[in-house]
Every structure is written in C-alpha cells, then in structure tokens.
C-alpha cells in the first residue's frame, strides 16, 4: 500500500468514528424523548424541553446522514484505487 490508501484508510476509519459517536448521541437523546406527551399549562417547560430534544435529534441526523454519504463515497473511492492499482500488477 502507498501513502495514498493509507491516507484515504485513516479517514475513512476517522470518518466511520465519527459517525458511531454521532449516531450513539442521537440514540442517547432519543431515550430522553417522550413520544406522546399530555400536559396542562404548569407543564409548559416540559413542553419546550420536549422541542428541544426534537430539534437536536433533526439537526443531528442531517449530519449523520453527510457522513453517511462522505463514509459511502470515500469507500467507493477506496475500492476503486485499489482494483485500479491491482489491476496494473496483471
């Protein structure tokens, strides 16, 4: 292997890191998240709370679904190097 796939290999582990790391975090914050809530007006915060948990939860999945797709591209790119390097070996 050449300096190239050894870069490209360190990102996409670093890449694959990050992505867990995101993932588990949403997975904590929806635990926090109550599906169907029923209060009254002195339960109000609750009801702020509960928005905030959601609107973390979207902004968070935008981004996995970024690295999702950089992790998918950069392993095509990966696979592709290769076979093109083995194929010079033939």
Do not use: P
Not at 5 to 34: C, G
């Amino acid at each position: 292997m050449n300096g190239t796939f050894t870069s490209l290999l360190v990102v996409e582990v670093a890449i694959t890191a990050i992505f867990i790391a995101m993932w588990l975090w949403r997975s904590f914050l929806d635990m926090k998240e109550d599906d169907h809530l029923m209060l009254d007006q002195a339960e109000a915060h609750l009801q702020r709370e509960q928005a905030g948990i959601r609107s973390r939860v979207d902004t968070l999945s935008r981004y996995i679904k970024v690295a999702g797709a950089a992790w998918g591209l950069l392993a095509v790119a990966i696979v592709a190097g290769w076979v093109v390097s083995e194929l010079k070996l033939i």
